[in-house]
């Protein structure tokens, strides 16, 4: 079964500064997708940024940038000029195509002004 | 990006009481849609996978004859919680995959309920 674990329960950075947020998972699959979601206080979720298995480069979305490492099963996301907008919970998700996607237990970023 | 619409937002009832949560891809059709529970400060607990025509498919521990799910068409799936009781309280998100589109789920706006 898949698994996703995100080891930083809750983290802080200052206004402007880079953060990154861990991400590993486990899977027996070689094709599959890997997200990073946004939950903001209203509780939306909001794609943030989306990875398919079988491409190299890593995936970036303006601020956003993921450093994949296939091998050993990490995903993490790096928010580059954190904004106060991006104070919100963040989730890794796993799916492999025709099944369902698997949630990590989250990681509350909270930006300093 | 593809809108999917949940509705109500917000609902507020009593024990014993039934209440449904409609979800509704506005734009897209989609022949799954995934029911998750989320509380306070955790993550997102998947309920049920909804596949348009067919009976859902319940997570282990997911009682079945308290949370009806029902697919009826393309765009429009639907959970009913049953004799609704304060421990059914909670925040309910549903999301749906575009049958055409690559690997992405669109998700709801949630719906908090409340059972008094």
């Known amino acids: 079964a898949q698994t996703v674990t995100q080891s930083q329960p809750e983290m802080s950075v200052q206004e402007a500064e880079t953060v990154t947020l861990s991400c590993t998972y486990d899977t027996s699959e070689n094709n599959y997708y890997l997200f990073w979601y946004k939950q903001p206080p209203s509780r939306q979720m909001i794609l943030v940024i989306r990875q398919e298995a079988y491409k190299q480069q890593n995936a970036t979305e303006n601020r956003f940038s993921v450093n994949f490492q296939k091998a050993a099963k990490s995903f993490s996301l790096k928010i580059s000029d954190s904004q106060l907008g991006d104070t919100a919970m963040y989730f890794c998700a796993f799916w492999a195509s025709y099944d369902k996607v698997i949630f990590g237990p989250g990681t509350s970023l909270s930006v300093i002004p | 990006g593809a809108v999917v619409s949940q509705h109500p937002s917000w609902v507020i009832c009593k024990s014993g009481t039934s209440v449904k949560i409609e979800c509704r891809s506005l734009?897209?059709?989609?022949?799954?849609m995934f029911w998750y529970r989320q509380f306070p400060k955790q993550s997102l607990m998947l309920m049920a996978t909804?596949?348009?025509?067919?009976?859902?498919?319940?997570e282990q521990g997911v009682e079945k004859d308290k949370f009806l799910i029902n697919h009826a068409s393309l765009t429009l799936s639907t959970l009913t919680v049953t004799s609704a009781h304060p421990e059914d309280s909670s925040f309910y998100i549903c999301s749906a995959r575009d049958r055409g589109g690559p690997g992405e789920l669109f998700f709801g706006e949630g719906s908090r309920l409340t059972v008094l």
């Open positions: 734009d897209f059709q989609a022949t799954t």
């Open positions: 909804s596949n348009e025509g067919s009976k859902a498919t319940y």
